[in-house]
């Protein structure tokens, strides 16, 4: 290897570029630590365990607590679905009455009576008197429009105040909302099954049940209608359905019973009354007590003016003016007929009518207001006080039309006994006109003869039984016009057997007495019972000229919203029981025993009057039965358990009720003349009474011979 023989280069290193030198970084400011909190420090011993065991406790608590409330509100969610899926739409939960209602009108067209639920047609909260919808609001649920369907503030509120007053949490006030009592009202959706309830009432007590399970299902049935109804809807069916006594379901058929307007003119005062009868419905509502429903009616209006439904001068106004009746609520008028027409009507159509029913019916209200004015006229002027003694007044018209019926001293009432269509009394004397209207029938007249001495008969397995007058006297020959003035009752058992027991009866029936009449011969001194309506309508038989009378009340029934009647009258006069001329003749004797006789304290002070008194055995019933040219009326007095009256007879404290009753029916109405005989007086003088004596038994030709030996005995020839 050659040498270039010069020096050996210098070992250099190769030109590298030097990296530029790094600046600082900035300095970041630093932060200050956070102070940190001292940690407890950990409390050893039981002390600390405890804790650690209650924290742990209310850990498993919490996880527990909530898992189960999802749980629950899942299941109230799914149990508010399903019956969300089952309510129907509003308008079909208004009206639910499972029956319906009758509604009673006088002979003039105006209501007077209600049977059944009344249910005066649907309305809403919208239609309704503000005044209304304010005051339900306001006394049943001040938090409507604010909650959700319940309300745990008035849940817990009322728990405390059952608690207070010494009763069970769930026992007295209940804290639901309107909408909960909607429910309650709906039953839950539980519709009556026939076949799963006994009646109607088990249904509906059962539907009023309240327990812990039913309040939970009521809930959720709350929840579901305010998800299915708006507010309004909801109240639209409480007003509806809510019961506001006096068989009023619904607020138009309260205010109709109670006012007689419509609910959407109602005022303040009687939109608080209407809310306010909601509490106790019975109790409360004003055909009941006016004075305890006005009372409550004061209370819902300062709730409503604290809670700014009034202001100070509506509540003044309010209050200076309570709520009354309508003159229809307030008479009350008629209700034993009511409860007659509606028991002598069809079934289907009164009492189990499921249809709204309208009964027009021969009832007078002015004569019915009569009638109940002479009862309590005589009661509180004329009766002892303390006295238990009963009466009954009819007033018909000839033929047959039952203008007033009383059946009892408490006049405004309904549902009570009632004694003239009820009671079956002997009639005593006032049966009568009967026999006497067989013989007349048979030709004899107002002036024959027959002598009232001592008269003995053997009654086949009871003996030998003698009639005796009241008086306990006999009185000779007398005319059968003074045998049946005076009622004397020997000359009117000689007169039934002479003209034959089984014609009397069969007079008697055919007049209208449909009970069963005696068999024996006390038959003519009315030991046959009969109600005061038979009798009465009997009565009516004589004056319309000897026809028969089928007493009668209705005069049409329709259905509401109908014009054409389902059907008519049922009553009136049908076939005739004795002429005309008889009857004429009858009517004159029987103004004779007003006149002169028996009955004068019946007299009328501006017509003509004919009539008859009854007094029974021991004087356990005491009767006048009697009419005008215009009227018929029947007073029957005694009482219920059959205790005999004090110094009672029919010609007393009966004839009195009958003249009161009489006088306030003619008022305004002209005098007419009664349609009798002109019968003149006998011409010979009345020998004097005849030597006691024992009827001889008649030969059998002579008993073969009955039309002389009904001549000889009126004739008093043996």
């Known amino acids: 290897m050659s040498n270039t023989g010069g020096k050996k280069p210098r070992l250099v290193a190769e030109k590298r570029t030097r990296p530029a030198k790094k600046k600082p970084a900035p300095k970041r400011a630093k932060k200050p630590a956070r102070a940190r909190k001292p940690r407890p420090p950990r409390r050893g011993g039981i002390l600390g365990f405890f804790l650690a065991l209650l924290r742990w406790i209310w850990r498993v608590i919490w996880g527990i607590t909530w898992r189960v409330g999802f749980v629950i509100a899942m299941i109230i969610g799914l149990a508010t679905g399903y019956v969300y899926t089952t309510l129907p739409e509003a308008t079909a939960l208004l009206d639910g009455r499972s029956k319906g209602s009758v509604t009673l009108m006088d002979r003039e067209g105006d209501v007077f009576a209600w049977r059944g639920d009344q249910f005066g047609g649907a309305v809403t909260a919208d239609t309704v008197s503000r005044h209304l919808r304010n005051a339900v609001v306001a006394t049943e649920d001040k938090r409507?429009?604010?909650h959700f369907g319940i309300s745990p503030r008035g849940v817990a509120s009322a728990i405390r105040i059952n608690l207070r007053e010494g009763r069970g949490p769930l026992s007295g006030h209940g804290g639901s909302t309107i909408t909960q009592q909607t429910a309650k009202l709906l039953c839950l959706g539980v519709e009556y099954d026939k076949e799963q309830w006994k009646s109607e009432r088990d249904y509906v007590q059962d539907c009023r049940r309240t327990t812990i399970l039913r309040k939970a299902k009521e809930?959720?049935?709350?929840?579901?209608?305010?998800?299915?109804?708006?507010?309004?809807?909801?109240?639209?069916?409480?007003?509806?359905?809510?019961?506001?006594?006096?068989?009023?379901?619904?607020?138009?058929?309260?205010?109709?019973?109670?006012?007689?307007?419509?609910?959407?003119?109602?005022?303040?005062?009687?939109?608080?009354?209407l809310a306010g009868v909601l509490t106790a419905p019975t109790r409360l509502?004003?055909?009941n007590s006016l004075k305890r429903s006005q009372e409550r009616a004061a209370t819902v209006l300062r709730l409503m003016y604290d809670q700014g439904y009034l202001t100070s001068a509506e509540l003044r106004e309010a209050q200076a003016n309570p709520a009354v009746l309508s003159e229809a609520a307030q008479a009350q008028a008629g209700g034993y007929f009511a409860d007659w027409v509606m028991d002598?009507?069809?079934?289907?159509?009164?009492?189990?009518?499921?249809?709204?029913v309208i009964l027009r019916t021969t009832l007078d209200q002015r004569i019915q207001r009569a009638a109940e004015e002479a009862m309590d006229y005589i009661f509180e002027n004329k009766v002892r006080e303390g006295s238990e003694a009963q009466a009954a007044i009819v007033v018909m018209s000839a033929d047959g039309a039952v203008r007033a019926m009383v059946g009892g001293r408490e006049t405004k009432v309904s549902g009570a006994f009632n004694r003239a269509t009820q009671a079956k009394r002997q009639t005593g004397s006032s049966f009568k006109p009967f026999v006497y209207a067989t013989a007349l029938e048979l030709g004899h007249s107002p002036n024959d003869t027959v002598v009232d001495d001592r008269f003995c008969m053997t009654i086949p397995g009871s003996g030998e039984w003698c009639p005796s007058n009241y008086d306990r006297r006999?009185?000779?020959r007398v005319t059968l016009t003074q045998a049946l003035q005076h009622s004397y009752n020997i000359p009117a058992v000689k007169v039934s057997e002479s003209v034959g027991r089984d014609l009397v009866r069969k007079v008697a029936s055919d007049f209208g007495i449909e009970s069963d009449l005696a068999d024996g011969p006390a038959l003519a001194l009315g030991a046959s019972e009969s109600t005061?309506?038979?009798?009465?309508?009997?009565f009516a038989g004589i004056l319309n000229g000897g026809s028969s009378v089928t007493p009668y009340g209705l005069i049409d029934l329709r259905l509401l919203g109908e014009d054409e009647p389902l059907m008519g009258?049922?009553?009136?006069?049908g076939e005739r029981v004795i002429n005309e001329k008889a009857a004429r003749e009858l009517i004159f004797m029987m103004n004779k025993v007003v006149t002169s006789g028996t009955g004068r304290r019946?007299?009328?002070p501006d017509r003509e009057a004919a009539g008859k008194t009854g007094t029974t055995q021991a004087a356990r019933d005491a009767w006048f039965l009697g009419f005008t040219a215009d009227y018929v009326a029947g007073v029957w007095m005694g009482y219920d358990d059959n205790t005999p009256l004090t110094g009672v007879t029919g010609g007393g404290l009966p004839a009195e009720i009958w003249r009161e009753t009489m006088v306030r029916v003619h008022e305004g109405v002209p005098a007419t003349p009664l349609p009798m005989a002109k019968v003149a007086p006998p011409k010979q003088a009345q020998p004097e009474p005849q030597p006691q004596r024992q009827p001889r038994r008649q030969p059998q030709r002579q008993r073969d011979r009955p039309i002389e030996n009904i001549l000889r005995q009126l004739l008093g020839i043996d």
Do not use: W
């Open 474 to 476: 006999f009185h000779g």
């Open 532 to 538: 005061l309506l038979e009798m009465t309508g009997a």
């Open 569 to 573: 009258t049922t009553g009136g006069i």
């Open 602 to 604: 019946a007299a009328l």
């Open 144 to 146: 409507f429009y604010r």
């Open 344 to 356: 002598a009507g069809p079934d289907f159509f009164t009492r189990d009518t499921t249809e709204d």
């Open 285 to 287: 509502a004003p055909t």
């Open 219 to 273: 809930a959720i049935f709350a929840l579901a209608m305010e998800t299915k109804y708006s507010k309004d809807q909801i109240l639209s069916i409480y007003l509806n359905r809510a019961y506001f006594g006096g068989g009023a379901y619904g607020a138009e058929a309260a205010s109709e019973r109670f006012f007689g307007k419509s609910s959407s003119a109602v005022d303040a005062s009687e939109g608080a009354m």
